[in-house]
């Protein structure tokens, strides 16, 4: 059973679609017994950093996720659930799960394109994905796929090994992040056709170890 954490923040319904479209077993929830006994977690969200750090210590759901990742568990962040697995975030100054080392950024307000363009923020809409290390999550994914953005704050994790891909929205930032028994994602897998679809089946088939 797959795990898809409920703690009050947005995209939980199209996760669990998709999921159950592939073929696999999820629930979303909150109960703390129930992400214990879940083979697998996906933790993902739209919203403010602040709010939902605040919703994660009212439900004791950080513990949990923290437990996960000792327990060596297969752990997937989606947007909002990637940014919150870092140390920091700029978004509300929130002090954030310190899973992974590194800050959130907000993209500079005054953003421009190469033709010197102003670009609008939130990123929002189709991207690619650059720089793509192995790994078994990644592995049908190519330059030349897209994936759909929704974000004005990113990932910048400390150690650079621990970024699995790039993307460039005038700056290049992490869309991709992974460490041992945890992958996150910048974009929305669930809602990026062909080429999501097959990230979050590798997810679900992803022994980590």
Same mark, same amino acid.
């Given at each position: 059973?797959?795990?898809?954490?409920?703690?009050?923040?947005?995209?939980?319904?199209?996760?669990?679609?998709?999921?159950?479209?592939?073929?696999?077993?999820?629930?979303?929830?909150?109960?703390?017994?129930?992400?214990?006994?879940?083979?697998?977690?996906?933790?993902?969200?739209?919203?403010?950093?602040?709010?939902?750090?605040?919703?994660?210590?009212?439900?004791?759901?950080?513990?949990?996720?923290?437990?996960?990742?000792?327990?060596?568990?297969?752990?997937?962040?989606?947007?909002?659930? /990637? !940014?919150?697995?870092? @140390?920091? %975030?700029?978004?509300?100054?929130?002090?954030? &799960? =310190?899973?992974?080392?590194?800050?959130?950024?907000?993209?500079?307000?005054?953003?421009?394109?190469?033709?010197?363009?102003?670009?609008?923020?939130?990123?929002?809409?189709?991207?690619?994905?650059?720089?793509?290390?192995?790994?078994?999550?990644?592995?049908?994914?190519?330059?030349?796929?897209?994936?759909?953005?929704?974000?004005?704050?990113?990932?910048?994790?400390?150690?650079?090994?621990?970024?699995?891909?790039?993307?460039?929205?005038?700056?290049?930032?992490?869309?991709?992040?992974?460490?041992?028994?945890?992958?996150? /994602? !910048?974009?929305?897998? @669930?809602? %990026?056709?062909?080429?999501?679809?097959?990230? &979050? =089946?590798?997810?679900?088939?992803?022994?980590?170890?």
């Amino acid at each position: 059973m797959i795990a898809i954490i409920n703690y009050d923040a947005g995209n939980l319904a199209s996760v669990e679609r998709a999921v159950s479209y592939l073929g696999f077993k999820c629930i979303v929830t909150n109960d703390i017994k129930t992400i214990y006994g879940a083979e697998r977690i996906i933790f993902p969200g739209v919203g403010a950093a602040g709010t939902a750090m605040d919703s994660l210590k009212r439900l004791a759901l950080d513990l949990a996720i923290k437990q996960a990742v000792v327990d060596g568990k297969p752990i997937l962040g989606i947007c909002l659930g /990637t !940014q919150i697995i870092m @140390e920091y %975030s700029e978004e509300n100054e929130t002090q954030c &799960l =310190k899973i992974i080392d590194g800050v959130v950024k907000a993209f500079p307000p005054d953003i421009k394109s190469g033709d010197g363009s102003r670009l609008k923020i939130p990123h929002m809409g189709w991207n690619g994905l650059e720089n793509i290390k192995k790994h078994p999550v990644l592995s049908d994914l190519h330059e030349d796929d897209e994936f759909y953005f929704v974000h004005g704050y990113y990932p910048y994790p400390t150690n650079s090994e621990h970024v699995l891909s790039t993307t460039d929205y005038a700056i290049s930032f992490a869309s991709v992040i992974g460490f041992n028994n945890i992958i996150a /994602t !910048q974009f929305h897998p @669930e809602k %990026s056709g062909r080429p999501g679809l097959s990230f &979050l =089946k590798n997810f679900c088939l992803w022994n980590p170890g």
